[in-house]
Antibody, heavy 118, light 110 residues
Framework: QLQLLEAGPGLIKPSETLSLTCSVSGGSIRDGNYVWGWIRQPPGKGLEWIGTIHYSGNTYYNPSLKSRLTISVDTSKNQFSLQLSSVTAADTAVYFC??????????WGQGTMVTVSS | QSALTQPASVSGSPGQSITISCTGTSSDVGGYNTVAWHQQHPGKAPKLMIYDVNQRPSGVSNRFSGSKSANTASLTISGLLADDEADYFCSSFTSSITYVFGTGTKVTVL
């Protein structure tokens, strides 16, 4: 069955750029029935949608993060990635990747904790 | 975009039914039949329980049901079980071609 697995640095310093990758297994990221997204959850808080990408490269971003955000896809590796620049402590969160069939997220990765601290 | 509004907590005894509300606007909940509900146990990833307002994914118990009226969606859990104790988040597609989540509801089984 489809599985998603996030990979990232764990700890990053303020003002640096956060890079995360989501590897997709058990299915193809080129399936046009789906888009692929990132969601985060600060400790003890709710979920925040970050952005979404189609395998063609079309992207949709949360307006509050758009100026710092880049989401890309590598179909040859069946992966998609997130880059968030100029991070601050407010970006500390568990970051999830997920598949979106049509207006919702149906398969989630296990999540990766990212801490922004000097 | 503002988060959808959910009650902070809802509780019930085993076997009872509870309902969680999710209030948005005509630009999200009221405008699209894309409301979904996700269950999250502590330290775990969210799990899809309801999509497209009232559809259950394969493998999800029929004790979980969803509905919508105007700008408010609802999740009902009937025959409450101890394992239903978790956080629940609603989500919706929006007219800005974005997604928005609810503030989250902690369900406690007394």
């Amino acid at each position: 069955q489809l599985q998603l697995l996030e990979a990232g640095p764990g700890l990053i310093k303020p003002s640096e750029t956060l890079s995360l990758t989501c590897s997709v297994s058990g299915g193809s990221i080129r399936d046009g029935n789906y888009v692929w997204g990132w969601i985060r959850q600060p400790p003890g808080k709710g979920l925040e949608w970050i952005g979404t990408i189609h395998y063609s490269g079309n992207t949709y971003y949360n307006p509050s993060l758009k100026s710092r955000l880049t989401i890309s896809v590598d179909t040859s590796k069946n992966q998609f990635s997130l880059q968030l620049s100029s991070v601050t402590a407010a970006d500390t969160a568990v970051y999830f990747c997920a598949r979106h069939p049509n207006g919702h997220m149906d398969v989630w990765g296990q999540g990766t904790m990212v801490t922004v601290s000097s | 975009q503002s988060a959808l509004t959910q009650p902070a907590s809802v509780s019930g005894s085993p076997g009872q039914s509870i309902t969680i509300s999710c209030t948005g606007t005509s630009s999200d909940v009221g405008g699209y039949n894309t409301v979904a509900w996700h269950q999250q146990h502590p330290g775990k990833a969210p799990k899809l329980m309801i999509y497209d307002v009232n559809q259950r994914p394969s493998g999800v118990s029929n004790r979980f049901s969803g509905s919508k009226s105007a700008n408010t969606a609802s999740l009902t859990i009937s025959g409450l079980l101890a394992d239903d104790e978790a956080d629940y988040f609603c989500s919706s597609f929006t007219s800005s071609i974005t997604y928005v989540f609810g503030t989250g509801t902690k369900v406690t089984v007394l």
